[in-house]
């Protein structure tokens, strides 16, 4: 499987962004798919997770209420929409693939994709 992750840019706080991740490969839909960003001088961090089961996601406590994780498995895509955006969110965002069970450790995942910046100003 091979992702791309786009859809960042720079953006003043309260605003809103939406990342895309485009996959390659026919099995896109037994995937569980989830996104992670890292901030400079950070670890990377979890952010949400969907399951292969669209109505199985998981959410960072940090973003809960103001991001939401959807896929279209007909287009192979998994959207992260990002509202009420804070300083704090600025980061690199990235996608990842998960063959296994829904997770929130980076560990898990078997597939990622280049990091999209997202730059959010106060």
């Known amino acids: 499987v091979q992702l791309q992750a786009f859809g960042g840019g720079l953006v003043q706080a309260g605003g809103s962004l939406r990342l895309s991740c485009a996959a390659s490969?026919?099995?896109?839909?037994?995937?569980?798919m989830g996104w992670f960003r890292q901030a400079p001088g950070k670890e990377r961090e979890f952010v949400a997770a969907i399951g292969w089961r669209r109505d199985n996601t998981y959410y960072a406590d940090s973003v809960k209420g103001r991001f939401t994780i959807s896929r279209d498995n007909s287009k192979n895509t998994v959207y992260l929409q990002m509202n009420s955006l804070k300083p704090e969110d600025t980061a690199i965002y990235y996608c990842a693939a998960d063959s296994g069970r829904l997770s929130q450790r980076p560990d898990e995942y078997d597939y990622w994709g280049l990091g999209t910046q997202v730059t959010v100003s106060s």
């Open positions: 490969g026919r099995t896109f839909s037994s995937y569980a």
